[in-house]
Nanobody, 122 residues
Framework: QVQLVESGGGMVQAGGSLRLSCAASGRIYAMGWFRQAPGKEREFVGVISMSGVNTAYADSVKGRFTISGDNVKNTVYLQMNSLKPEDTAVYYC??????????????????WGQGTQVTVSS
């Protein structure tokens, strides 16, 4: 069983930046980020393979968010720039043990972090 521990959430003004971290306790193939805003379904944000070769992002965050990984620390980072109030949500990291085809679907991931709140004020 792999455990994921998230950190780095908080409150920031619109236009600001935050960096989230997700540390995995064991070997994983890929790490994704999802978010859930109040009253909305959880949605895909982005994903990275732990080799660092492949990344993908939702259109809503493309160009503003960047996912990177540190294989030594077994940690993935979500750098969020130019934050908007609509980015306010609980952010979750999720890990897969094997390559997945449906990267935007929650069912493709085996392990989930506890979630961290990100609040962007206008």
């Amino acid at each position: 069983q792999v455990q994921l521990v998230e950190s780095g959430g908080g409150m920031v003004q619109a236009g600001g930046s935050l960096r989230l971290s997700c540390a995995a306790s064991g070997r994983i193939y890929a790490m994704g980020w999802f978010r859930q805003a109040p009253g909305k379904e959880r949605e895909f944000v982005g994903v990275i393979s732990m080799s660092g070769v492949n990344t993908a992002y939702a259109d809503s965050v493309k160009g503003r968010f960047t996912i990177s990984g540190d294989n030594v620390k077994n940690t993935v980072y979500l750098q969020m720039n130019s934050l908007k109030p609509e980015d306010t949500a609980v952010y979750y990291c999720a890990a897969s043990r094997i390559p997945i085809t449906g990267i935007t679907a929650e069912g493709g991931y085996d392990y989930w972090g506890q979630g961290t709140q990100v609040t962007v004020s206008s």
